[in-house]
């Protein structure tokens, strides 16, 4: 998995992190959060805060 597979970075997030609120969370944690994902490998630092929003969004809509 990497930065740009949005959806499943979300859906991952929201299986592994349930009581995490998206709403809530900073892009530091979203970021950390993220590398932790057992079947992420792309490079930590390929991301900027468009990502990290598409994916804070993703989240969000997951678990709503």
Known sequence: MQWTDIQQIAEE???KY???DPLRINFVSLRNHVL???DF???PDRCGEK???AIQQAWIDEVS
């Open 51 to 53: 990502i990290l929003e």
């Open 18 to 20: 349930p009581e995490e």
């Open 13 to 15: 997030l929201a299986d």
């Open 36 to 38: 932790q994902l057992a």
């Open 41 to 43: 490998n792309d490079e």
